[in-house]
């Protein structure tokens, strides 16, 4: 008998327009050769002007302990989101990100359309996370964490450029008492949406573009961009 041909990726167009409509891909474990479509009931997003940033992480932030980058190592970063864990011990391990759905992403950002956001700590990665970019919008798909707190720096830094790019939703597709904990909220996969027809009106520029915006002003303000990052949450929080 003749293995099963892998699944081929999903074509970048197909992708965009999944998440255009609401809609994202997901599979059943890391072999599973087949995927599905998600269009939650209740779907969790990040009000902008909503993260909780608390105390010890905005002094993380200005310590500047690790390295932020953007789209440096995409695949390593939707590599590290595929490996098994446990969310409890008592939990059997797992994924969601099969190798069509990992080969998917890797093309989608190639295309341009989406981004990692990478944490460094003396060379090494510990923490990041990726999704897709849309106009005013930004579609997060999973982080990880090797290091204490890496993900919410990598989350925090994402917010921050989110901001300066202009971009107004930050959808998380799913709730978490983790994300709740960061100001993550839940509404109707109705309300979602309306508010993602209305992101995507937006002018905003791509992710990218709100990390340089951020390192500019951090160089023109003389300070790290870090300790930007703190400063501006400390003014919202």
Known sequence: MHAPSPTPPVPADIL????????????????????????????AVFPIDGFRASTSLRKLLRQEKFEVTCNADFAGVIA?????????????????????????????????????????????????????????????????????NASKIALAWLVAAMRAAGKILLDCQFITPHLRTLGAVTMSQADYLVLLEK???????????????????????????????????????
Request: hydrophobic share 40%.
């Open 80 to 148: 590290a989101c595929a490996e098994p864990r446990r969310e409890r011990p008592d939990e059997e391990s797992g994924t969601w990100i099969s190798h069509a759905i990992e080969a998917s992403y890797n093309a989608l950002h190639r295309a341009g359309h989406a981004h990692s956001v990478e944490v460094w700590q003396d060379g090494a990665l510990v923490g990041g996370l990726y999704g897709v970019d849309l106009p005013g919008t930004f579609c997060g798909e999973s982080m990880f964490s090797r290091a204490d």
């Open 199 to 237: 992101a995507l009106k937006t002018n905003a520029a791509p992710l990218p573009e709100g990390f340089a915006a951020l390192a500019q002003k951090a160089q023109l303000s003389g300070v790290s961009p870090g300790k930007l990052i703190a400063q501006s949450f400390t003014q919202t929080s």
């Open 16 to 43: 965009l327009a999944a998440y255009r409509a609401g809609i994202f891909p997901m599979a059943d474990g890391r072999e599973d050769p087949e995927m599905f479509w998600v269009e939650p009931r209740e779907r």
